[in-house]
């Protein structure tokens, strides 16, 4: 649309919905929950979103140590009341599905929850002994001596957008322009080399989003 893109870096994914509710920024990349709970702020177009490792989601996954000397844990069932770690109350995968997951199954997420600040935290929590179970994203575990007693539904990579007031043509544009960029090319490897995994992007509507607005209302229900 021969529209000049200033690239703005930002602290975290709240800052970005922050300045974009406030209008000082005209789009970005917004994770899928951070976006779910921006657009019932701020109404946004979603353009598109990326491929990571040849696909369009990921999961969540509730894990406990492989070798459990206190107790067997087979499923949710089995952690109830226990210290659970969990990323951080935005976190998609992190909290929110879990969540969604424990509430589901007649249990309060809240009970024994301890914010750890990172996946990574988490996952050492777990192997320190300080929580007995922790709340993650799909691979960020591999090599650790980790079961996982629970796996979320598919969560959508993060998605593309502007703001809504401005024209849809723009973020059709964007959308276009995005997918435009993949690593079939020499010069789309070398701009997303930097993205860790990222393959390309597709263009998207709202609607692939919906999964996420169901476990945002599971959890409202719930009064988290």
């Known amino acids: 649309m021969g529209v000049p893109v200033v690239p703005v870096e930002v602290e975290s994914y709240g800052t970005l919905q922050y300045l974009l509710v406030e209008g ?3 789009g970005g990349m917004l994770s899928a929950y951070d976006f779910v709970c921006a657009d019932e702020v701020l109404p946004l177009h979603v353009a598109a979103t ?3 490792s040849g696909s ?3 999961h969540a996954y509730v894990v406990v140590m492989a070798d459990q000397p206190v107790r067997r844990i087979r499923g949710l069932a089995d952690l109830e009341g226990a210290p659970i770690g969990y990323v951080s109350d935005r976190s998609a995968s992190g909290w929110a599905y879990p969540a969604a997951m424990l509430l589901d199954a007649g249990m309060d997420p809240t009970r024994g929850a301890r914010f750890l600040g990172g996946h990574h935290e ?4 777990v192997e320190e002994g300080s929580v007995l179970a922790g709340a993650v994203y799909s691979g960020v575990f591999e090599g650790a001596p980790l079961s996982v007693v629970a796996k979320s539904a598919p969560i959508p990579y993060d998605a593309w957008v502007l703001r809504g007031d401005l024209p849809v043509e723009a973020a059709m544009a964007l959308g276009e322009a995005l997918a435009s960029i993949d690593t079939r090319t020499g010069q789309g490897r070398e701009l997303l080399e930097p993205l860790h995994g990222i393959n390309g992007f ?3 509507d709202d609607g ?3 999964g996420v607005r ?3 209302a599971t959890l409202a229900a719930a009064g988290l």
């Open 24 to 26: 000082t920024l005209d």
């Open 50 to 52: 990326p491929i990571v």
């Open 56 to 58: 369009l989601s990921y």
């Open 122 to 125: 988490v996952v050492s929590a």
């Open 202 to 204: 597709v263009v998207v």
């Open 208 to 210: 692939h989003y919906d």
């Open 214 to 216: 169901q476990v945002r």
